[in-house]
């Protein structure tokens, strides 16, 4: 079977890659599946550099799978959702619902994530 190659896009107008701790936690659990990271942004909170990043990452590094983390809440900066639709011909449903029950049982804020369930991308 071969290696999922795995893109990561970080969404933050306050981290560097130093401290982009979220970032680094999907590159370690990447690897403890055995998953090749083979692209990594970081993107400020700016739908052009978001929906670029996701694009440039399916059609010229050929990831088979694009992880975003960040950019999800209810500030007017926090457009991931929004960039990640665009690029997207439809959303594959149940995966964000999981990740926000599983995120209730350590913040009740969860539910406050505008977490967008994983899609299909038009140009994959």
Not at 71 to 88: K, Q
Request: with cysteine; proline share 5%; charged share 25%.
């Amino acid at each position: 079977m071969a290696t999922l190659r795995i893109g990561i896009v970080t969404c933050s107008d306050t981290r560097t890659p130093a401290e982009d701790t979220a970032g680094a936690a999907l590159r370690e659990l990447a690897g403890d599946f055995g998953w090749e990271v083979v692209a990594y942004r970081l993107c400020p909170d700016e739908r052009d550099c978001i929906e670029a990043a996701l694009v440039t990452m399916a059609d010229v590094e050929h990831c088979d799978v694009v992880f975003t983390t960040g950019g999800t809440g209810l500030s007017p900066r926090d457009v991931t959702p929004e960039a990640t639709l665009a690029v997207c011909d439809r959303e594959v449903p149940g995966i964000a619902e999981a990740i926000r029950a599983d995120s209730l049982a350590i913040t009740r804020r969860a539910m406050l994530s505008r977490v967008l369930r994983p899609c299909e991308a038009q140009r994959w």
